[in-house]
């Protein structure tokens, strides 16, 4: 018997219709970057991040898509999202190292505009000792069986819907495209 310990469960889906949609879906991030400043939280150099907004009419055309997803986690409270905020990597912009906190339990992105080249989504192990001998001695095949790598990395294409527990560490890699990378991200909390 084998056991596969402290599983970080990851969704990856897609927005239905996404083509449809995304023409509305870019004009209200760029609708917010003219509205605010960028605020600085995990990106870095040409990577602008709205402060958090307000659901809007703009998040009804992905909301069916996150009620069919996040009925996977089987939570048993009433769920709701507060806050969404709008990521606009141009070249050379990246996220750094962060997590959503545990205060909310999941964390969700929907990628807008993915150009070739703008950077794969990592999360890192929350297994404090995946660097100790025993991670560095495995096969890769083992760990590709077993996901005990101590990163697992996701390109992302337009219209991909994330949805990952918000403790888990990532980073999005720097844009090397000259097209801006587009993402709508939020936490969905318990009420």
């Not at 897609?14 to 870019?26: G, R, T, V, W």
């Not at 905020?85 to 990246?94: A, D, L, P, T």
Request: aromatic share 12%; charged share 20%.
């Amino acid at each position: 018997m084998r056991i596969n310990l402290f599983s970080s469960p990851i969704i990856i889906d897609e927005c239905s219709n996404f083509l449809e949609k995304k023409s509305d879906l870019l004009d209200f991030c760029y609708k917010q970057k003219e509205s605010y400043d960028s605020v600085q939280y995990s990106n870095r150099l040409s990577a602008w991040q709205s402060p958090p907004l307000e659901p809007d009419d703009s998040f009804d055309l992905f909301d069916e898509d996150l009620i069919r997803i996040l009925a996977e986690y089987k939570i048993q409270k009433d769920l709701m999202v507060k806050y969404l905020w709008v990521n606009i990597n141009s070249k050379n912009g990246y996220n750094n190292l962060h997590h959503h906190g545990v205060l909310t339990p999941l964390s969700v992105i929907l990628y807008v505009q993915v150009p070739e080249g703008s950077g794969d989504l990592v999360f890192h192990s929350p297994v404090h000792l995946t660097g100790c001998s025993f991670y560095t001695q495995v096969s890769p095949e083992f760990h590709g069986e077993n996901l005990t790598m101590p990163e697992y990395r996701i390109t992302p294409k337009e219209g991909m819907i994330v949805v990952f527990p918000s403790y888990l560490w990532h980073l999005v890699e720097p844009n090397n495209s000259n097209c801006d990378r587009i993402s709508i991200s939020f936490n969905v909390m318990t009420v």
